[in-house]
């Protein structure tokens, strides 16, 4: 019992940590002269390499290299690098950089209702009524959030629905794509070289030394630092842990703490205008990851009774 309320926990902490980097970015944007190219291209390159040398620590000195002597495993591991993490990272610093940190954070929350329609898709079945229920309300919930209820205009930039959207699309392949890759390596190897090949592809587009060109003050390295540590690293560690304690679908459940946390950090930090339709459309988008929770839980006893049938 102990252990389960621990994993609760961090699980919790983790997607409040990730939900106030949002935030932490947002100021950034507005309040100092950092660019999104600058900070995806920190927060990939320095989580990259502790998550690398964390690797290190725990699976031995030669592990981290062991798996581009993989034929199977090095192209994939830069397509995930590259159309998974970067995309992922890019896009959703971009819809907060047009917005704000609480809507795209709820927009890029549409990201496992993507994955459940692939997966119905590719497995040719009907969706269930579950999945079905999800997709409705996620559909509500998206149309509140940026109308804020008048249907004829939208109460958010056209420029962050869109590339919050796509964050949301790219949350999913990054999510679906790399299975093939934990399985064989772990989560700490996989995501700290998903991170450094997509610094690499970021550096190509945009020169990294043109960070040294921006004028550095204290309150710039602390929030920049908070992204990166505390929005980055320490999440995704206590996340991937408390994975030990509890199920994976309790987690997807607790993280709709997340889009709260960068909601409520949003309002009452940056003052962001969030109107009562919008709310509600909020609540329904976070809502859609508890129904769908729910589907594949029923999915996965049909397979076990039909199994035992």
Same mark, same amino acid.
Request: glycine share 8%; aromatic share 14%.
């Given at each position: 019992?102990?252990s389960?309320?621990?994993g609760?926990w961090m699980?919790?902490?983790a997607?409040?940590?990730w939900?106030l ?14 660019q999104?190219d600058?900070?995806?291209f ?26 581009w ?8 591991l830069?397509?995930f690098?590259?159309?998974?993490m970067l995309?992922v990272?890019?896009?959703f610093f971009?819809a907060?950089?047009?917005g704000d940190?609480a ?6 929350f549409l ?10 898709l ?8 579950y999945?079905l229920?999800a ?17 004829t205009?939208l ?49 190509? @587009? ?8 921006i ?10 630092f ?7 690293l ?13 199920q994976?679908s ?16 949003? @309002?009452?930090w940056l003052?962001?205008?969030f ?13 859609t @990851? ?20």
């Amino acid at each position: 019992m102990l252990s389960r309320v621990k994993g609760i926990w961090m699980v919790l902490a983790a997607t409040v940590l990730w939900g106030l980097s949002g935030t932490a970015a947002q100021f950034l944007f507005q309040q100092t002269v950092i660019q999104v190219d600058d900070l995806v291209f920190i927060r990939l390159f320095v989580s990259g390499i502790l998550l690398l040398l964390l690797a290190r620590w725990r699976e031995g000195s030669g592990s981290i290299w062991r798996v581009w002597r993989d034929r199977f495993s090095n192209y994939r591991l830069i397509i995930f690098g590259l159309l998974g993490m970067l995309a992922v990272q890019y896009t959703f610093f971009v819809a907060i950089a047009e917005g704000d940190a609480a809507t795209a954070t709820l927009l890029q929350f549409l990201g496992p209702l993507f994955i459940t329609i692939y997966v119905a898709l590719r497995a040719l079945r009907w969706p269930t009524g579950y999945e079905l229920l999800a997709v409705g309300i996620a559909l509500c919930g998206v149309a509140l959030l940026v109308t804020n209820g008048r249907f004829t205009e939208l109460a958010v930039s056209k420029e962050t629905v869109l590339w919050g959207l796509a964050s949301a699309l790219a949350l999913a392949f990054y999510t679906l794509y790399p299975i093939p890759l934990l399985r064989k390596w772990s989560s700490t190897m996989v995501v700290g070289w998903g991170m450094m090949i997509g610094a690499v592809g970021l550096a190509i @587009v945009r020169p990294p030394w043109q960070i040294f060109n921006i004028d550095w003050n204290m309150t710039l390295l602390g929030f920049v630092f908070f992204v990166v540590i505390f929005g980055t690293l320490v999440p995704f560690y206590m996340y991937m842990e408390s994975l030990r304690y509890i199920q994976p679908s309790e987690t997807s459940i607790l993280s709709s703490a997340e889009p709260l946390a960068a909601a409520i950090s949003a @309002v009452v930090w940056l003052n962001v205008s969030f109107g009562f339709f919008q709310a509600i459309g909020g609540v329904c988008i976070m809502l859609t @990851v508890i129904i769908i929770s729910k589907a594949k839980r029923k999915i996965a006893q049909d397979q076990k009774i039909g199994g035992s049938l």
